[in-house]
Structures are given as C-alpha cells and as structure tokens.
C-alpha cells in the first residue's frame, strides 16, 4: 500500500514546440487511516489539433476523467476497470459538447492514459501512444498498447514488407489509430484484471515525447536514479530528453509513481 507521503510526482516540457498541448494530473482517490493512500490516480493526455484546441482536448479530458472517478466512480463503488471505462465515455461527451459549442474546436483531439494504484494492483486505460512503462529490477517493459502506426509498421518489416532502414523515416509511424476526438474510440487498452505490484517498482507514465528516448536509455536513466525521489526521477528523464537535443523535440510530460522498497527507500 502507498504511504500517505508516497512518492509520485510529474514534470512537464514544452520541448521545441510553440504550444504546450500535454496536461497532467494526481489526484488521491481513497485515503485510509493514518494518511495511508489507498488508492491514487493520474491522469496524462497528449492533445493534437495546434494552437488552443490541443490543450483544450488534453485539459479537458484530464479534468473529465478524474471529475468522474472522483464524484461518480467511487460514489458508486464500481470496479476500477469499470469506472475508467465510463470516465472515457464520459470524456468523450465532454469532448463532442465542446466541439457543439465551439466549432472552432473541431479537429481537435488528445491520447490518454489514466492509471490507478489501489493497494498493491496497477490498473490503467489507455487511448493513443502515451506509454505505460514498469521498471522493475532492473529491467522495463512497456504495459500499454501502442495506438500509433508503429506496431503496424514493425510487423510490415518482419514480414519482409518494408525495408528496416526505411522505418525511421516513414511519413505514418506517428500517426495514430485511436484518440479522443468527441467520436467513438477507435481502440481502448483497459485490462480487466489489475497487474499486481512488488517492493520497488517504478511506473513511469509519460507523453510519446519521452520516447526520443530508446528503453534501453529510460532504463539506464532509471538505473542510476532508482533510488531518488519520485520528483527527481521524473527531473531527469525530462533533463535526459532535453540532453539528446532533438529538432523539434516534442512536449513532453513525465508522471512518477514509486512503489515503497521493503526497507522503507
């Protein structure tokens, strides 16, 4: 179980871009006795459409799914899958009514990936390529499916399709499947069944601008600041994108959660 100073933090770039159109947020679902955090969410969106409709999508989608999970969800005890599930639907409305309301919001449109700790179980549902990464001895894997054209692509090269050296510079490996746009969702990564947590893990919640880094390079970075504070963490992998000093470089936001080391780190 989280501890009531439980480490989770999350840090924010603008990168090279002229608009920020990422938003971010922690919000404390359930706390026990004694300060205990019983169950915590957070909630990160990489909006698209430029100017002010991006982070019109992204804010408004963070404040609608943890406005729902908050007042409805919880009020009606539903399961976490459940009630991340709704708080899509309920984001998507949201989305359309605005869009009813402004028609120069029209285009507009954000990935998420919303995630609950509760107890010692990781939930989470994701829309677009924002990834979900667990670090755990060492070693990272990404949890969530990727919505963009990149997992379509790889497959392209493994079946001899698409030459390997091409990939990097292909006009679609970006563009995405699914997102939030006020329609229907397109593709939803909601397991069913909470993936159970152990003693020092570190989840990484992030923008696809963190992905200017390999794994390997995010595990190597993680490797050298496991032991820092969630804050820190999340400083440093910001500090390590801006580093690689790419053109262009995507906004990019870090959310992380650090699960209590059995000795108390």
Wanted: some cysteine; charged content about 25%.
């Amino acid at each position: 179980m989280l501890k009531a100073d439980q480490d989770f933090a999350g840090v924010q770039i603008q990168g090279d871009r002229v608009y920020q159109e990422d938003a971010q947020g922690f919000t404390l679902l359930v706390e026990a006795d004694g300060g205990r955090v019983e169950m915590l969410l957070t909630v990160l969106a990489d909006g698209m459409g430029g100017e002010n409709a991006g982070g019109h999508a992204s804010a408004s989608v963070v404040r609608s799914v943890a406005d729902y999970c908050q007042y409805v969800g919880l009020a009606e005890k539903q399961e976490v899958p459940e009630m991340l599930a709704a708080a899509v639907q309920e984001a998507t409305l949201d989305l359309s009514l605005a869009i009813q309301a402004d028609p120069e919001l029209a285009g507009m449109g954000t990935t998420l990936l919303a995630v609950v700790v509760e107890g010692d179980q990781l939930y989470w549902i994701s829309v677009g390529d924002s990834p979900l990464y667990l670090y755990r001895d060492g070693r990272i894997e990404q949890l969530n499916e990727d919505h963009s054209m990149m997992p379509l692509l790889l497959r392209e090269v493994e079946q001899g399709y698409l030459d390997e050296r091409l990939l990097k510079y292909h006009p679609d490996r970006n563009a995405l499947r699914s997102a939030l746009t006020g329609r229907d969702v397109e593709l939803i990564d909601c397991p069913a069944v909470g993936l159970p947590l152990q003693s020092g893990d570190v989840v990484v919640i992030a923008s696809d601008g963190l992905q200017t880094m390999t794994p390997d390079e995010i595990a190597q970075c993680l490797d050298e600041f496991q032991t820092c504070s969630a804050e820190e963490i999340s400083q440093r992998l910001v500090e390590a994108v801006c580093e690689l000093k790419q053109p262009r470089q995507d906004n990019t936001s870090v959310n992380v959660i650090k699960i209590p080391s059995q000795s108390g780190e």
